[in-house]
């Protein structure tokens, strides 16, 4: 799939280098998983932006905080990939809606509420 002219790409990359965040580097990735993986194409990125600011903060290439932040991946790619594939086949959150998938992910009150926050601030809509 070419990911060049998908008109996701400049607001997902637009939004990461606002913040000077290095996951902009990874934003064909980012919405290659999604695709795959048939997730929201903004969760990933939402998650990366809460959990590491975007790549600023991500000791082991760990850009989700997975695993209370003791995971460790090769590259922020491969944090792309396992993240993903983990939200689309685990049995923690196969087949949830957003909300449970963020409520299993983090169960803290608010987060929920900040990472949708992000997610309509990358774009309004899927």
């Known amino acids: 799939v070419e990911y060049r002219s998908d008109p996701r790409l400049s607001p997902l990359r637009d939004f990461f280098d606002m913040g000077e965040c290095p996951a902009a580097e990874y934003a064909v990735e980012f919405l290659a998983v999604a695709d795959e993986y048939e997730l929201d194409w903004r969760l990933l990125p939402s998650l990366s932006f809460v959990e590491s600011t975007g790549g600023k903060a991500s000791p082991y ?46 169960p803290n009150e608010d987060y929920a509420q900040k990472v949708k926050s992000v997610m309509r601030r990358i774009a309004s809509v899927q």
Do not use: Q
């Open 61 to 106: 290439n760990n850009l989700f905080g997975w695993d209370s932040g003791r995971a460790h991946f090769d590259s922020p790619r491969a944090a792309i990939r396992s993240v993903g594939s983990r939200l689309a086949h685990s049995s923690l959150y196969r087949s949830k809606s957003l909300d449970e998938i963020l409520a299993t992910y983090n």
